[in-house]
Structure formats: C-alpha cells, structure tokens
C-alpha cells in the first residue's frame, strides 16, 4: 500500500505530506526539547497529527544537527525552538582527517532517529509512508564547518570542501540504510544550503554526492525527497537529476519555471508560504493556496508547502 501511493496509484485524490515539527510536539502539549531527544515523544505527536488531520506521511524529521551532534559537537537544546550546536566540530580544516564518522546505531541522536522508524513501523507500517531523514553534502558540511567558513573554502580550499563532501556523503548513506532497515520507506535529503551556491558549483561538487545518496536509497528499497531550503530557481535544471522521485520546492521559487525544467515525469511538492499561506491565514486563504499550487504544478504533485509548516 506504501508504495502504491508513493507511486501515484490506486489514488481519488491529492497526497498531502507537508513537514510538521515544531508544530507537532505544541498539538500534543509536548516541549520541543523532549520531542527531538526521545524518538517516542516524537511519533507520538507524529500519530496525533495523522489522528486529527489525515495526513499521508510521518516523519523522523526534527532537526538538521542529528548528525553533527554525533560527530562531537556540544547541542544546546530549546523547548520551544530546534537545538542549535554550539561549537564547530571543523573549527580548523585539519580535524578533518582524524575525524571519526558516528555509528547510526550507537545510541546517540542518529540512533534515537532509527528508533523512530522501528516504533513507527508498528503503528503505521505497510498503511502510510514512514519518512526517515538525512541531511545533504552541503547542509551537513555548513553544520560541521560554519556557513561563512564554508563557503570561503570553497574558493580557498575546494579540494578540502570535496574531501568533505565526501566523507559526509558516506555517513549519510550509512544513516539513511539504517533508517530503511528500521522500517523507513522515504528518506528526506535535506540539503538546505545548497541553494545559496550557483548551479555551476551545485552541478560540480554538490549534485554528484547527492546523486550517490540517493541511488543509495533507491538500491535498498526506499524513496528520496530532496528539500533545499530557499530559492531554488538556478538549480531546477540539475535538482531533478539527482534521481529523487520527490522533488520539494521552496515558497521562494519560481515554480512556474519547474515544471517545464524539472520534465512531466518528475513528482513535485510545495510550494505555498508555510506563513503567510498557513500560520498566518484564514481557511478560505489556505485553500487557495494549496489549489494555486496545484494549479502551477500540474501533475504529478504531491500536497506540501515550501518548507515546515
């Protein structure tokens, strides 16, 4: 049943798999804190969603430093806000050789994710997509270097910037095969800062790393929905080789342009204001929200906003 509806068949109507986080834990009455640190809060508020709203999805997905906490980095945690790494792991270039890649099972926050999709497995397996998580080449390196420091390197240093791409990539396939053998069937790549970059780089030394991510996921049985956070309108004619079946598009990006660029074959999301078009607006204004989108989009779409609601 799964695959059928991440395939688009035996469907009435629209998928709606939008990204609830924060959101989540608030309906359940649960601090945030806890939700990102006990995998059991989260499917909890995870199922309360599902419970109230009918949605087609749920999802591991908390926050972008999982990984970077398992890599060393000291969290600091916030009820009501994601938890943010308060110390750069790559502070120097040079940590980088004797830095150390997290097991996903060795009982830090990765593994806390992979339990996750096991306690999701026994409420919803087979019934409704269980989307684990992983963060992109980009995303993750910006976690363990800095953004301004990355992004000096890559002019500076962009051997160094590959090698790290590199050794990112193999932690994040190991994390999204221990997802999909936990029971998860979509894997979200998140590649939030890939979009501040131009398509020339994006094409050359990001697109490469996710295109071996996500063949990772589809070789083991599963899904790829690739999220890069903002404008993504320089990149639409490279997101879509990346070889995702979901392709998620920022509120910020011209969608008219997507379809055309991304091919009549390729599943897009999005790609409404999670603000203005849903936080922030009456019923009647999210409605026409989702049916604008659709509307641009064409099929095959799949019922999201542009980024977390």
């Given at each position: 049943?799964?695959r059928?509806l991440?395939e688009?068949?035996h ?12 959101y989540?834990?608030q309906?359940?009455g649960?601090?945030?804190a ?5 995998y059991?809060v ?6 309360r969603?599902?419970d109230?709203f ?5 999802s591991?997905?908390?926050d972008p430093?999982r ?7 000291e969290?600091?945690?916030h009820d009501d806000?994601?938890?943010h ?5 790559l502070?120097d270039r040079?940590a980088?050789?004797a ?6 099972l ?9 339990k996750a999709c096991?306690l999701?497995s ?8 269980i989307?684990?998580?992983v963060e992109?080449p ?5 976690d363990?270097r800095g953004?301004?420091e990355?992004?000096?390197?890559i002019y500076?240093?962009?051997?160094w910037v590959e ?5 990112v990539t ?7 095969l ?6 998860a069937?979509?894997?979200?790549v998140?590649d939030a ?6 398509a ?9 790393r ?5 063949q990772?996921?589809?070789d083991?049985?599963?899904f ?7 404008n ?6 490279h997101?879509?080789?990346s070889?995702a ?6 509120h910020?990006t011209d969608i008219?342009?997507?379809r055309?660029l ?6 897009l999301?999005g790609?409404?204001d999670?603000?203005a078009?849903?936080?922030s607006a009456t ?5 026409e929200?989702c ?12 019922l999201?906003?542009?980024?977390e609601?």
């Open positions: 049943m799964t059928a991440l688009g068949r469907l009435d109507r629209l998928l709606c798999m939008p990204i609830f986080m924060i989540a834990a309906l359940e649960e601090s945030y806890d939700y990102v640190r006990d059991r989260l499917v909890r508020c995870q199922m969603l599902v109230e009918g949605i087609d999805c749920v591991c997905c908390s430093v990984e970077t906490a398992d890599c060393g980095a969290m600091v945690y806000a994601p938890p790494a308060a110390t750069r792991v502070a040079s980088l050789a830095l150390q890649r997290p097991d996903p060795g009982g830090g926050r990765m593994h806390d994710r992979v096991e999701f026994h409420h919803v397996g087979g019934d409704i997509p989307m684990g998580w992109g980009m995303a993750q390196a910006v363990l953004m301004s990355l992004m000096m390197d500076d240093a962009p051997q090698d790290l791409f590199d050794w193999e932690m994040e396939i190991a994390f999204a221990a997802q999909i053998q936990a029971g069937d979509l894997i979200g998140g800062a890939a979009s501040l970059v131009s020339d780089i994006y094409e050359t030394m990001i697109l490469p996710e295109r071996r991510i996500v990772a996921i589809r083991a049985g599963a790829s929905r690739l999220h890069i956070c903002g993504t309108t320089h990149l639409l004619p997101m879509h080789r070889g079946e979901l392709i998620e598009l920022d910020t008219r342009r997507a055309e991304c091919g009549p074959g390729t599943v999301m790609n409404f999670p603000v078009a849903v936080y019923p009647g204004q999210v409605m929200a049916r604008r989108s659709h509307e641009t989009l064409g099929h095959p779409y799949i999201a906003a542009g980024c609601i």
